[in-house]
């Protein structure tokens, strides 16, 4: 018995020996046959096959045994020049041994330093939990900062056809936002121009679909998402200052929060509910804008009177003695029209009521002269 088990270990041993030199050989043959030109050429190859776009490579280099470092990479979309790159810097990866044998380039960690999209996003600190390609699918789990946020992304992203299929749960909170924030522009309530919008916002769901960019706006997309926003402004809305020019007040909005819930399903960004706080005015609003940008909403709106300019006093009888006025918002983001939704009865009243005013002030002038 005592014998059997001694073989036994003999054996082990020699497997562990030649598992073990099989392993050192490997390593050293990789090191010994792949150069960073080599990884270049794969970096450019992925690049050219799954961005058909101008893009630049910075320097690349290697450390022992399988950790590769590329300085910057810049992915410019669209017509060079047209549009802001996708600028990526401080790249690190640590690639799978085996397939490098065979000159295949597959990536087991990835980080990154910066990410900037186009002027709009800026990602810090990018270090995958987990990330694995195998068949052209990507397996990840990621934590970041985003516009100084805190942010986790997990799901898969398929690369084999055409056009990324994708499945992203996402969840960030605390994130400066500006006009230029990609999400923000599909709602009509922060949709700007000539103007500017800021404020915290937290964000949770999930997004699916197929495209990349603007092509992901598709009638294949399908995303679910709790929005919070707090300490806002926004300047230059056509939707709120069409609201806010009925009382006479200031085209700048602030607001302490919102909160909202996004659904984009059929080509259609439906909003079951949204509701903002502010000083000067509250609201909300549901409803849906179709990706042609036709909007249909409705809304309750309700003001202070305590904020309100000497500009409002024509109208603040008409408007102020309601609890809540509802609105409805129709035609386009570019173009909306707002109208005050209210039934005859409340109407007639409210007619009443401004012209027993208007006869009781005529009627004190009269007085008053006499």
């Not at 799978?96 to 000159?103: A, D, N, Q, T, W």
């Not at 987990?130 to 397996?139: A, G, H, P, T």
Request: charged content about 25%.
């Amino acid at each position: 018995m005592q014998k059997n088990r001694v073989v036994w270990l003999k054996w082990i041993a020699i497997i562990c020996g030649i598992v073990g030199g099989i392993g050192a050989g490997i390593v050293f043959v990789v090191s010994g046959n792949i150069s960073e030109n080599f990884i270049q050429e794969k970096v450019e190859q992925v690049l050219e096959d799954r961005f058909p776009s101008a893009h630049r490579i910075g320097t690349v280099s290697l450390s022992w045994p399988n950790q590769v470092v590329i300085s910057q990479l810049v992915i410019e979309q669209g017509e060079k020049g047209k549009e802001s790159p996708i600028v990526i810097e401080d790249i690190h990866g640590r690639l799978k041994l085996i397939p490098l044998l065979f000159k295949k380039f597959v990536v087991k960690k990835l980080s990154a330093r910066q990410i900037n999209y186009k002027n709009q996003v800026l990602v810090k600190g990018f270090i995958t939990n987990y990330f694995s390609i195998k068949n052209d699918k990507v397996d990840f789990s990621a934590h970041l900062n985003i516009n100084d946020g805190p942010a986790a992304l997990k799901g898969t992203i398929e690369v084999h056809r055409k056009e990324p299929v994708f499945n992203i749960l996402f969840d960030a909170k605390d994130m400066h936002i500006t006009q230029d924030v990609p999400m923000l522009q599909l709602l009509p309530l922060f949709r700007v121009r000539e103007g500017e919008i800021g404020g915290m916002m937290s964000v949770n769901g999930y997004a699916r679909g197929e495209g990349r960019g603007k092509n992901a706006l598709n009638e294949k997309l399908d995303v679910n998402a709790n929005l919070t926003v707090r300490d806002g402004y926004i300047k230059g809305n056509k939707l709120l200052s069409s609201i806010l020019d009925i009382i006479g007040a200031k085209d700048t909005y602030s607001f302490q929060t919102m909160e909202a819930i996004i659904q984009i399903r059929d080509s259609r960004i439906n909003t079951p509910k949204m509701d903002v706080q502010g000083p000067v005015m509250s609201l909300t609003a549901s409803g849906m804008t179709s990706f042609d940008g036709t909007i249909l909403y409705e809304a309750m709106v309700r003001f202070d009177k305590k904020y309100l300019g000497k500009n409002a006093e024509k109208v603040a009888d008409l408007f102020l003695r309601e609890d809540a006025i509802p609105f409805e918002i129709r035609g386009t983001t570019k173009n909306p029209r707002v109208s005050v939704k209210l039934n005859r009865d409340k109407i007639d009243q409210l007619v009443k009521g401004l012209l027993d005013d208007f006869l009781s002030k005529k009627e004190k002038r009269k007085n008053e002269k006499n």
